[in-house]
């Protein structure tokens, strides 16, 4: 019996060890993203290339789901408040809701699931192929090469994707609030202009998108980087990617919301 | 007279943790010269070509390429070594997202400042070496085995280097593409007057092409020589490799215990 306790205590430690271990060895790999992001810079078309990529090839998934999302708030946010007679204020509701949370949070989720997991397979399967082998034996850094352009054009293409998303989104709700059910027009616009703040509302949700993207994208270039150079290694790395950046967006969301809003207004 | 070496193996030992893969290693690789490697599956000749090529380092002793010390350079002079070296991978390892082309180009653009006009002829003048140039616009998905390996080797001699190692350029090749990359390598070492050496296990087609042969056997450098003197060995090691028997100093079978007390024979029981 105490023998058992024995094993399980050292394989406790074992994994703790491994997560620790790896948890610097990814800090350790996003510091030298960024210290090798010079190339990125001076060759900026490397990290245009990457943009059209990550950001415009996810615009198709961003642009459906967030008018499908924009309409469901309409409808729910209409069924709610018309009980209170508020019916005018499903634009605030629909504004509010997908600025502040479901347009950085939904669109970091399909970003991760589209564009995440995009990345990790094609740096995955360069590794297993051994394209990042012969780039480090060309003398090319492949972390300056592949890795940062990639890293850079996912943390640039998040907040455009997010903000096309809300845009999106109050379109939908618009649709279905204004054109499908007859909310009033004037009063829709209106109380969402004056409800929205700028600074308050707008800004905090572009500071989320701007975390969600580093998050993500660093998620995506370090577990391609580190996958295993075979095929279940690539495909693990990819789901993993999908795994961890989605429960990070929501761990993150979580601490920027208690921190950005805390009931005043 | 004597050509200048290029590469010197000294008393080189490597181990992966506790397991020693090669040990005292010693090898003297001229310019101009094309070597061969040869050796059974996980003898250690990937790992040697690693080795020179700065990829690990090695347990003690070293590797000098062009006088220097490969271990013991800065990361900024290894990439400056490794601008005068190559490296032709065993499936071409080419840039999936470039095509021919710009795979070729890609050291070119990336270490120098030519303009497009110059790269274009550098370029189309080395497919026109390995004989593709027909197919610069090209993917590399397009490509056969062959071809593909052909262009992995048009990009390899870009920036005209002065070593190439080959690793197991030969595997998975018909038997027309396999000549034309043997001779290809021939050739371009001669016509360039670098030095390359070939890890390999296609005996036959080696011997024909390169000027010296080190064979590698658990992890030691169990003969070497020219192809002629190789061919006429009778180092058993040696005569079983290059004749491919089944038996002899590798065994075919993998070490167990008797056979007949594995069988319980011995006991009368069965």
């Not at chain 1, 795994?243 to 969301?253: E, M, N, Q």
């Not at chain 2, 090749?173 to 390999?200: E, F, K, Q, W």
Request: aromatic share 8%; charged share 20%.
């Amino acid at each position: 019996m105490p023998r058992r306790i024995a094993i399980g205590i050292r394989g406790i430690g074992h994994r703790v060890i491994d997560s620790t271990w790896r948890l610097g060895y990814a800090s350790r790999f996003f510091l030298l993203i960024l210290l090798k992001s010079g190339t990125s810079l001076r060759r900026f078309g490397l990290v245009i290339r990457e943009l059209y990529f990550t950001g415009v090839l996810s615009l198709i998934i961003i642009i459906v789901s967030g008018l499908f999302v924009g309409m469901v708030l309409g409808l729910q946010g209409y069924e709610t408040l018309q009980r209170f007679g508020a019916e005018s204020a499903v634009g605030t509701m629909v504004a509010l809701s997908l600025v502040r949370e479901l347009g950085p949070v939904v669109a970091a989720l399909l970003f991760a699931s589209r564009a995440g997991s995009a990345i990790t397979a094609e740096i995955g399967l360069m590794k297993a192929t051994e394209q990042l082998a012969a780039m480090e034996m060309m003398a090319v850094d492949p972390i300056a090469r592949v890795v940062a352009p990639r890293f850079w054009a996912g943390v640039i293409s998040m907040p455009f994707l997010a903000a096309m998303f809300s845009v999106v989104g109050v379109f939908g709700g618009y649709l279905v609030a204004v054109v499908l059910i007859g909310v009033d027009d004037g009063s829709f616009w209106s109380q969402m202009q004056n409800a929205v703040d700028f600074r308050y509302d707008i800004v905090n949700g572009i500071i989320k998108t701007c975390v969600f993207g580093v998050a993500v994208t660093a998620v995506a270039v370090f577990e391609g980087y580190d996958a295993s150079p075979t095929a279940e290694g690539v495909s693990g790395a990819t789901t993993r990617t999908v795994v961890t950046s989605s429960l990070v967006i929501l761990g993150l969301d979580f601490v920027l919301t208690s921190f950005m809003f805390r009931g005043m207004s | 007279m004597a050509s200048e070496i290029l590469v010197e193996v000294k008393d080189l030992n490597f181990s992966y943790g506790e397991r020693p893969l090669l040990r005292g290693i010693n090898m003297t690789m001229h310019r101009g010269k094309v070597i061969a490697i040869m050796g059974g599956s996980g003898s250690g000749k990937t790992t040697l070509l690693r080795l020179i090529g700065g990829a690990i380092v090695p347990t003690s002793g070293h590797v000098k390429v062009a006088g220097k010390i490969v271990h013991k350079l800065k990361r900024d002079e290894l990439f400056q070594l490794r601008r005068k070296m190559s490296m032709l991978f065993q499936f071409g390892a080419l840039f999936t997202d470039l095509s021919v082309f710009d795979n070729v180009a890609f050291q070119i653009r990336e270490h120098t400042d030519l303009p497009e006009s110059m790269i274009r002829d550098l370029v189309l003048m080395k497919l026109q070496a390995v004989g593709l140039r027909g197919a610069h616009d090209l993917m590399p998905a397009q490509l056969s085995g062959g071809m593909a390996r052909r262009v992995a080797l048009a990009r390899s001699i870009a920036l005209d280097p002065l070593l190439i190692m080959y690793d197991e350029p030969f595997t998975g090749l018909d038997p027309i593409s396999l000549t034309v990359i043997g001779n290809l390598i021939r050739r371009l070492t001669d016509a360039l007057g670098m030095t390359s050496i070939v890890v390999t296990h296609d005996v036959q087609e080696s011997l024909k092409i390169v000027d010296y042969v080190y064979f590698i056997s658990d992890g030691v450098i169990a003969a070497h020589g020219t192809p002629d003197e190789v061919r006429e060995s009778v180092a058993p090691f040696v005569h079983q490799f290059v004749h491919g028997e089944e038996d002899g100093p590798v065994t075919f079978h993998y070490p167990a215990k008797a056979y007949a007390s594995d069988l319980k024979l011995e006991t009368g029981l069965a």
